[in-house]
T-cell receptor
Framework: DVKVTQSSRYLVKRTGEKVFLECVQDMDHENMFWYRQDPGLGLRLIYFSYDVKMKEKGDIPEGYSVSREKKERFSLILESASTNQTSMYLC???????????FGSGTRLTVV | KNEVEQSPQNLTAQEEEFITINCSYSVGISALHWLQQHPGGGIVSLFMLSSGKKKHGRLIATINIQEKHSSLHITASHPRDSAVYICAFGSQGNLIFGKGTKLSVKP
């Protein structure tokens, strides 16, 4: 089975800190995604990547950046964390949009 | 503009009830996904379908491409089915999600 691993389940950071959220998948998938999920808003796409060193902005990229130096790893970076970035962050991967997606367990980030 | 509409938003059922969750979308798609999210956050892919019907255990997913509508059915529901169910479709390399249906099944 494909496994998508997010490095932390819960994270508490201070306003202004630089935050790294790591995501690793073990099945050589081309596509990787970062979403945030907020009550009443559902899942929203932050960034996605369809290949190493390639990235595309999603619906809400402001305040975030990403890095994909290796195929299996997709990192989400909060350059200067703010309280409105308190959310559940979910990583996903897929071989293509015509195939199923596999999600990580999520990271619940609280910015204080 | 919501491209994916789910109904109901919240659903409470008694154990053993037959449950239906609906999903309507506004654009042509190649495949629709049903996802399940348990408390705690992890999301599991239940189905991906482009036509007809798929069944897995007590779960059945149907899709009508012409009417742009899909349904997820749960037969003989159980409290462990309590979760948020999300439909989504692929668009330009990523998924467009509905806001989810929160299902609570009472014993």
């Amino acid at each position: 089975d494909v496994k998508v691993t997010q490095s932390s389940r819960y994270l508490v950071k201070r306003t202004g800190e630089k935050v790294f959220l790591e995501c690793v998948q073990d099945m050589d998938h081309e596509n990787m995604f970062w979403y945030r999920q907020d009550p009443g808003l559902g899942l929203r796409l932050i960034y996605f990547s369809y290949d190493v060193k390639m990235k595309e902005k999603g619906d809400i990229p402001e305040g975030y950046s990403v890095s994909r130096e290796k195929k299996e790893r997709f990192s989400l970076i909060l350059e200067s964390a703010s309280t409105n970035q308190t959310s559940m962050y979910l990583c996903a991967s897929s071989p293509s949009t015509d195939y199923g997606y596999t999600f990580g367990s999520g990271t619940r980030l609280t910015v204080v | 503009k919501n491209e994916v509409e789910q109904s109901p938003q919240n659903l409470t059922a008694q154990e053993e009830e037959f449950i239906t969750i609906n999903c309507s979308y506004s654009v042509g798609i190649s495949a629709l996904h049903w996802l399940q999210q348990h408390p705690g956050g992890g999301i599991v892919s239940l189905f991906m379908l482009s036509s007809g019907k798929k069944k897995h255990g007590r779960l059945i997913a149907t899709i009508n491409i012409q009417e742009k509508h899909s349904s997820l059915h749960i037969t003989a529901s159980h409290p462990r089915d309590s979760a948020v169910y999300i439909c989504a479709f692929g668009s330009q390399g990523n998924l467009i999600f509905g806001k989810g249906t929160k299902l609570s099944v009472k014993p």
